[in-house]
């Protein structure tokens, strides 16, 4: 560790966080919306055709992200207790690895070949069966924790927020 105190990310992990962000509450949001409003059949084609584009050029941004976070030093937080501190490492773990599985069982889930905006095309992976539906559950089980995790992480830095611990300068 350098002898300076780290105050904020750097400007590439703060970049591929808010990306990041981005991304996945978009996924997230537009997933939800189609399971539980329903809309008509075309706004769904549109909606996931989208989805599976976005979520597949974003799989090589986040693992950047990964290595990202796993070589850079990470500013230091010096009014949370070393126990709250360990508890954040953890969840961001979990999220990492979260992100990972819906990410990876949303390629595996997939009956057909992947169209991405008419750049490139990527083949089926597994044949429509047994497999993809399993994948598709993960998927969707994998999305159920992920938002009440990232729920979780926003009530945190909110809470921390109000309570005079200035978590978002680190990442703004």
Not at 18 to 39: C, E, N, Q
Not at 119 to 141: N, S, Y
């Amino acid at each position: 560790m350098s002898t300076h105190q780290l105050i904020r990310f750097s400007r590439t992990a703060r970049l591929l966080h808010w990306l990041s962000a981005i991304v996945i509450l978009w996924a997230i949001g537009s997933g939800f919306f189609i399971v539980l409003m329903r809309p008509e059949k075309a706004v769904i084609a549109n909606i996931a055709e989208l989805n599976i584009a976005i979520t597949l050029l974003f799989i090589p941004v986040f693992i950047f992200r990964l290595l990202v976070a796993y070589f850079n030093e990470k500013p230091s937080t010096p009014n949370l207790s070393i126990q709250q501190q360990n508890i954040a490492n953890k969840v961001h773990v979990l999220i990492y690895g979260v992100v990972c599985t819906v990410l990876i069982s949303g390629v595996l889930m997939m009956e057909h070949e992947i169209k991405v905006f008419n750049w490139f095309v990527v083949p089926e992976i597994l044949d429509k069966g047994l497999m993809t539906q399993t994948f598709f559950i993960l998927h969707r089980v994998a999305n159920i924790i992920l938002s009440l995790l990232l729920i979780m992480h926003i009530v945190a830095v909110i809470k921390h927020q109000l309570n005079g611990v200035p978590l978002l300068k680190k990442m703004i």
